[in-house]
Nanobody, 125 residues
């Protein structure tokens, strides 16, 4: 089992920045990749970004490319999501996820076995 705890959400004005953190514990040696997803009210959960745990390859949704940056600190078993130039449409609950099997489709929910509880991000206009 892998446990995930997100932090760093909050309320920010449009154009502002936030950094989300996700700390992993438990069988962290089994992690293949970690990702961030988000779910806005009335919408389905969508992929935001992902990073491979060993090589550090990164992947982004088109809607956040150039604004968000995913990174990891293997020593701390923590993944970060730096969010800049935030827009009201970025408002959502952000979830951290960990995958333990190799996958070429890190943009899919099915690639992840463990999920955090989520942290709210609200961007005001």
């Amino acid at each position: 089992q892998v446990q995930l705890v997100e932090s760093g959400g909050g309320l920010v004005q449009a154009g502002g920045s936030l950094r989300l953190s996700c700390a992993a514990s438990g069988r962290t040696f089994s992690i293949y990749a970690m990702g961030w997803f988000r779910q806005a009210p009335g919408k389905e959960r969508e992929f935001v970004a992902a990073i491979s745990w060993s090589g550090g390859s990164t992947y982004y949704a088109d809607s956040v490319k150039g604004r968000f940056t995913i990174s990891r600190d293997n020593a701390k078993n923590t993944v970060y999501l730096q969010m800049n130039s935030l827009k009201p449409e970025d408002t959502a609950v952000y979830y951290c996820a960990a995958g333990v099997r190799e996958s070429s489709r890190l943009y899919r929910d099915a690639a992840y076995a463990f999920w955090g509880q989520g942290t709210q991000v609200t961007v005001s206009s």
